[in-house]
């Protein structure tokens, strides 16, 4: 049995469970259990109040089935009971599904991904001791976690000394490991979902980039340097392009540039060693906060562009800045939005209901939908007419169709025939 002090505070719940768990086993007879997946919620619906209204609802039960009740530490509850049936206790899970009822989990029946998972401690003992054992374990890791997190010295602020240190970094460096390449790709509806890849955006992993020079330097902590710094990554961005034989999954790509790039020495560089020759199409991306801070540059530099063979994208939308940018006026051949988790809430989703107008005026096949990460944020999309998507979903999906080519590939050779034994 596993020791109190062995844990904190938050995993404290935890460690009573399984020590309550590990005494039943010899008096197990009669006893049934709920877990109530509240971690499953979307964030908004948990907040310390819900877990509170949630916990005490079952109060009443825990009073009359002689029960117990475990508040976990990422906010599931755990009840356990005697001699009484699971359906007695269905009345206060259907409770708190009604409390829930805006958020989808409510409505899941399902136990892998639904809102409860019942138990009979009869027949299901072990499987259910496997289960507080994992949960206590995996607090127990939440805390050592959050305790190397607690005790890390806090980043500190970019200023003029260290953004040159970094410039000069950054000159020096090889960057080509902190550059990274993700495929755009139409997503079919049809033909069991097959992807079409309709170009590769190319750029530079900030995140990766200051683990690796500056791990102690919040970079972004002050705009008009951290601007300055992503102009100097474009110039290195721009020579890596002119440099290197690359490959894409279309014929087309990106390069997530600031406007003030597009009149250095640098891309024109890039404009006559690598865009005149590219079979494809060159599309630029820009921030919507870099395009509105600099809005009389970019109009004066749209068309110019546009005649050179330039795509123009329109980078980092949220849904709350889809209605102020009007593609068509700006003449940009692309929008980008940002996928959040809680588009799919059905309370959140009211303030979006003007969504699908939004994107039915941009144009669905000119919209993309981007860090897509799960099949939901796929069916979202879709569910608004919207055919471009990307994201690691997107990448993963990528990923198993080559192998599953490359499977089938191997698998159509045909085998060696063994050389005729000789005779002894």
Known sequence: MIEPQQYGQQALQEHLLLDYVQRLETRKFGHRAVHIHLSRLKAFHRRDYHIRVATNTFESYVKLFVGRIFVLSNDDLLFIWKDKSIADVEPGVETLRYLFRDDPVAQDESEETGFCTWYNLNTEFQEFLLLCQYLSESAQKQQRRDLASDQKAPLLPINADNLAQLEETIHTADLSA??????????????????????????????????????????????????????????????????????????????????????????????????????????????????????????????????????????NLTVESLSFVDRNSLKADFIKVAWREEMTDNVIRKKYSEMDTLVQQSGRERVILCRCDTPTAIRFGQSLGITLFQGRYIDNMIARTRRAKAGAKQAQKPTKAAPPRKPV
Not at 281 to 293: A, H, K, M, R, T
């Open 178 to 315: 902190h550059i990274r390449q993700q495929p755009v790709c139409v997503l079919s509806k049809t033909n069991g979902g097959e992807l079409h890849p309709v170009f590769d955006e190319f750029f530079v992993s900030i995140a990766e980039l200051r683990d690796a020079v500056m791990p102690n330097i919040d970079l972004a902590s002050n705009k008009w340097l951290f601007q300055h710094m992503t102009e100097v990554l474009d110039k290195r961005m721009l020579n890596y392009l002119c440099k290197r034989t690359f490959k894409t999954h279309a014929s087309s790509f990106s390069i997530n540039l600031n406007l003030a790039t597009l009149t250095t020495r640098e891309f024109e560089r890039f404009d006559e060693i690598v865009r005149r020759g590219w079979p494809g199409n060159v599309i630029l991306e820009f921030n919507q906060v870099d395009l509105f801070s600099n809005l009389e540059t970019y109009l004066r530099l749209r068309d110019e562009f546009h005649e050179r063979g330039y795509r123009i994208l329109i980078d």
